[in-house]
């Protein structure tokens, strides 16, 4: 099963770019979430062949903005799945709460991720069963 052509549609966030002398501008305006905005973000790190993630959130909204590298994230919810493969920081993967998230780290990769809410260790679900 997969997630609805339309729910599809709205979690990716198209990012311009613009050449800026020899390199690359990529503006992002917190309202293109369009129905959040992050109160916090932080930075993912990590080599080829690793996962990171298996985990979902009872009420933070989530972003992920490719730096560099590949990676596939792997979404959960209500016993839909959807895979989504990003290869350039021109777009940003926007999730809902309540959605197992699964990275897989394809090259050695960055990923900015942004959230709807301050960290708390209670918001965590950790059983994918939940998500089924």
């Given at each position: 099963?997969?997630?609805?052509?339309?729910?599809?549609?709205?979690?990716?966030?198209?990012?311009?770019?613009?050449?800026?002398?020899?390199?690359?501008?990529?503006p992002f305006e917190f309202q293109?979430?369009?129905?959040?905005?992050?109160?916090?973000?932080?930075?993912?790190?990590?080599?080829?062949?690793?996962?990171?993630?298996?985990?979902?959130?009872?009420?933070?909204?989530?972003?992920?903005?490719?730096?560099?590298?590949?990676?596939?994230?792997?979404?959960?919810?209500?016993?839909?799945?959807?895979?989504?493969?990003?290869?350039?920081?021109?777009?940003?993967?926007?999730?809902?709460?309540?959605?197992?998230?699964?990275?897989?780290?394809?090259?050695?990769?960055?990923?900015?991720?942004?959230?709807?809410?301050?960290?708390?260790?209670?918001?965590?679900?950790?059983?994918?069963?939940?998500?089924?």
């Amino acid at each position: 099963m997969t997630y609805s052509e339309e729910a599809d549609q709205k979690s990716l966030v198209k990012i311009s770019n613009y050449k800026v002398g020899n390199g690359l501008l990529f503006p992002f305006e917190f309202q293109l979430l369009s129905d959040w905005i992050p109160c916090r973000s932080f930075l993912l790190i990590d080599k080829a062949g690793s996962i990171r993630g298996q985990h979902g959130h009872k009420n933070c909204k989530q972003a992920f903005w490719l730096v560099n590298g590949r990676i596939r994230i792997i979404l959960r919810q209500k016993g839909n799945i959807l895979e989504k493969l990003l290869e350039t920081p021109e777009i940003i993967l926007s999730v809902r709460e309540k959605t197992w998230v699964e990275i897989e780290f394809l090259d050695d990769s960055q990923v900015i991720v942004f959230a709807s809410e301050p960290y708390d260790a209670n918001d965590y679900l950790y059983k994918l069963e939940d998500f089924q």
